[in-house]
Structures are given as structure tokens and as C-alpha cells.
């Protein structure tokens, strides 16, 4: 049973930083493939962030581009997502995504609140 579990949300002033992770377990590092991260706000659909492929290649939603990096370490099975000057917009519950074996899983989600 894959399971992935995130961590590092929580309050934040405007300008400052978080560093999400998301851990992967109940599968060899072989069977991942790409890994991102997605975000809803209150009242709004769920949107893509960031996602990473297996080797390494990035892609980013515009409004993250320039503050937010995604990163994974294969041999942890974890997914980073380093973001730099937060804004009240980014506040949402961030979700892990992860491909393994070409099923998709999602973590439980953690909270992101940026304060003005």
C-alpha cells in the first residue's frame, strides 16, 4: 500500500519561507515516477504547482515561477518544495502527488497559510 505523508506546512508572514516535504512508502524508489505537488484554496479548484519527473525535469504554474522549486531525492523517495516570498494568494492546502507504477496516489495534504 503506497502511502505518502507531507510535512512543513503552517503560518507565515508575506516575504517569508516554508520548505514542504513528502515522503513515499510501500514502494521501491524504482516504481516512482513524476512527483509534484498541488494546492486549493477555499471556494477553488485544486491546481497543479509544481511537478518533477524521475529525472529531474521541471515544470512550474506561473504564478509560482521565480519563488517556488521542486526537488526529490530518489533514494529517500521524497518530494521537496522549497517556497520563497510567500504570498496571501499561496495560503491553500498543499497536496503531494506522486506517479507510481503509473497509478496516481495522493498524501493527506498540509496547510499553508500566508498572513499579510
Known amino acids: 500500500q503506497v502511502r505518502l505523508v507531507e510535512s512543513g506546512g503552517g503560518l507565515v508572514q508575506a516575504g517569508g519561507s516554508l520548505r514542504l516535504s513528502c515522503v513515499a512508502s510501500?514502494?521501491?524508489?524504482?516504481?516512482?515516477?513524476?512527483m509534484g505537488w498541488y494546492r486549493q484554496a477555499p471556494g477553488k479548484q485544486r491546481e497543479l504547482v509544481a511537478v518533477?519527473?524521475?529525472?529531474?525535469?521541471?515544470n512550474y504554474a506561473d504564478s509560482v515561477k521565480g519563488r517556488f522549486t521542486i526537488s526529490r531525492d530518489n533514494a529517500k523517495k521524497t518530494v521537496y518544495l522549497q517556497m520563497n516570498s510567500l504570498k496571501p494568494e499561496d495560503t491553500a492546502a498543499y497536496y503531494c502527488?506522486?506517479?507510481?507504477?503509473?497509478?496516481?496516489?495522493w498524501g493527506q495534504g498540509t496547510e499553508v497559510t500566508v498572513s499579510s
Open positions: 502527488n506522486v506517479d507510481v507504477w503509473g497509478l496516481d496516489y
Open positions: 510501500g514502494t521501491s524508489f524504482i516504481g516512482i515516477n513524476a
Open positions: 518533477i519527473t524521475r529525472g529531474g525535469t521541471t
